[in-house]
């Protein structure tokens, strides 16, 4: 399986959660794992996604989530799982 | 599975401390470009660049946004020029350096590094010539970086050469005054130098190595001064813990993308050089380490142990961490480029004899020194014989990158911009080494026992 961590950073408001799943639903990108937190109005999420079927190219997907972030006045951000599994796992 | 604190932690290196992938460097030769004719060799060298390092930027972009940590630079290195023409029939090689700099632009690059000498014994007509033309080479090119090794373990300090570098820096200071002799910033001179080193103004691709290779430079002072927030109250050993471990994490992140891009280009990995580079950025800086270690500024006593021991731990969490290590590896001290050093420099706590004592176990030199426009030919090579006899007794690279900026003494600032920052003109020893330095000849190489 090969997976991603988003992050998704800024001003909570509605529909932030919603409108990013759309989007990676729409690019056969499956949710596996969220965490979600508010703290003193900033909206703070990690998700960990599973990104084997998606039909996207990952820099496409990855400038794509930005554009999203944008529109929606957060800050998006895509990585593939590697860096992290590099950086913990020996 | 990685769990979401892991993945905090992460994010926040990248987010907060600045930590990127400074250099992808793709070393490329150019022995075989050799030609009589300089057209024709210049051609070749201008074919085989923009053909090896097409995707280079491309695929820079591609995995930083795919993972998600910026790849600061990406540049390219050649074979010293003085031995890939050294067949040319020219009387200068300031044209080869033109088209260096028009291939770098063509591929997207921002610095290209090789026009180089290696003359730490002795001089050919060809490095001669090479030597000759730096300071033009440098003020009519852009993105060309400079490098001459001047000194060895095995061979000595070609004391001629050193003589030379003199005048050369303060030609290369006039030449670029229009631009606060920002030319001095893409020279460098060696003792010991690397033939993988990634990072500028020193890299060229050795003629020990193969026609193609990636090489990768990291980064992130910001993170180690992060990590020793935490244990500010702790002993020694919990400080080298913890350095160790954070090298070990930046320098898995910059492996992963060494093997991605020499993978992605075709090329084989070469090494990762485990440097600590600060930028001017604040949060970015090795002076900042020194002062999370307990110090109250860089320069301050105590600064050569904390160095040392910074240097020394930064290797040991790194080299686990990277099937290949290679370059420089340990901590810059870059004046210019750090906002610590620079702060430390304007408090009086930093000088260059202590920069100079730092060198001793620090990764590389005297990096990015702003000194008096009017400093004489002779004092600059005097500093930068010290220097060399340094690398040449302890087995280790040393350089010099000395800024004489032009029409400036003590008290004023210099900015060069970008990564290369600014820096306050730094006070140089008054006394004379002019006889010294006129003597000529070679210092004989070291005797490799009796250490003491």
């Given at each position: 399986m090969k997976k991603a961590i988003i992050t998704v950073l800024g001003k909570d408001k509605v529909g932030i959660i919603a409108k990013t799943c759309v989007y990676l639903a729409?690019?056969?990108?499956?949710?596996?794992?969220?965490s979600q937190t508010i703290v003193e109005g900033f909206f703070n999420m990690i998700m960990i996604v599973d990104i084997t079927n998606t039909t996207c190219e990952l820099s496409e997907l990855a400038c794509g989530l930005e554009t999203l972030g944008e529109e929606i006045g957060v800050i998006i951000k895509f990585q593939r799982e590697e860096i992290f599994e590099s950086m913990h796992r020996i | 599975m990685i769990t979401i604190s892991e993945a905090r932690q992460t994010t926040a290196m990248i987010e907060e401390e600045n930590l990127d992938?400074?250099?992808i460097t793709m070393g490329i030769n150019i022995l075989d470009c050799a030609d009589p004719d300089e057209k024709r060799f210049c051609e070749k060298v201008y074919d085989r660049i923009t053909t090896k390092a097409k995707d280079l930027v491309k695929v820079g972009e591609d995995i930083s946004r795919e993972f998600g940590v910026p790849v600061v630079n990406k540049r390219i290195s050649v074979t010293p020029v003085a031995i890939a023409a050294a067949a040319c029939k020219t009387s200068n090689f300031v044209q080869i350096a033109k088209t260096l700099d028009n291939a770098a632009k063509e591929v997207g690059v921002n610095f290209i590094g090789g026009f180089s000498a290696l003359v730490h014994k002795g001089m050919t007509a060809a490095d001669r010539m090479l030597i000759d033309s730096v300071p033009e080479a440098l003020s009519v090119t852009e993105r060309v970086c400079s490098s001459i090794n001047l000194a060895s373990s095995r061979t000595g300090i070609n004391m001629d050469a050193v003589a030379r570098m003199g005048e050369i820096i303060r030609e290369t200071a006039f030449l670029t005054r229009d631009r606060d002799s920002l030319g001095c910033a893409k020279f460098v001179v060696f003792c010991n130098a690397v033939e993988d080193n990634p990072f500028m103004a020193g890299a060229f691709h050795g003629v020990g190595e193969r026609d193609c290779a990636i090489n990768v430079g990291i980064s992130g002072p910001g993170v180690v001064k992060r990590a020793l927030e935490s244990v500010y109250e702790e002993d020694f050993e919990?400080?080298?813990?913890?350095?160790?471990?954070?090298?070990?994490?930046?320098?898995?992140?910059?492996?992963?993308v060494a093997k991605e891009a020499a993978s992605r280009l075709g090329v084989p990995f070469g090494i990762i050089d485990l440097s600590l580079a600060p930028t001017p950025a604040v949060g970015d800086s090795v002076a900042e380490i020194f002062q999370m270690m307990g110090l109250e500024h860089a320069g301050a006593p105590g600064t050569t142990a904390a160095l040392a021991m910074l240097n020394d731990n930064v290797k040991k969490g790194g080299i686990m961490a990277s099937s290949y290590v290679g370059g420089l590896s340990g901590a810059f001290i870059p004046v210019s480029e750090d906002h610590g050093m620079i702060e430390a420099v304007e408090a009086g706590a930093l000088t260059l004899e202590k920069l100079e004592a730092m060198?001793?176990?620090?990764?590389?030199?005297?990096?990015?020194i702003a000194i008096p426009g009017d400093t004489s030919p002779d004092t600059i090579s005097g500093i930068i014989a010290d220097e060399m006899a340094i690398g040449m007794i302890n087995n280790k690279t040393t350089a010099v990158r000395l800024i004489p900026v032009y029409g400036k003494k003590v008290g004023e600032t210099v900015t060069f911009g970008g990564l290369l920052g600014y820096a306050p003109i730094m006070p140089v020893n008054q006394f004379s080494c002019a006889d010294f330095i006129r003597r000529g000849g070679r210092i004989p190489a070291p005797v490799h026992s009796f250490k003491n």
């Open positions: 729409d690019k056969d990108v499956n949710v596996l794992e969220i | 992938v400074r250099t919990t400080l080298c813990e913890t350095i160790k471990r954070t090298a070990f994490k930046i320098t898995r992140v910059g492996q992963l060198t001793c176990v620090c990764s590389v030199g005297l990096d990015m």
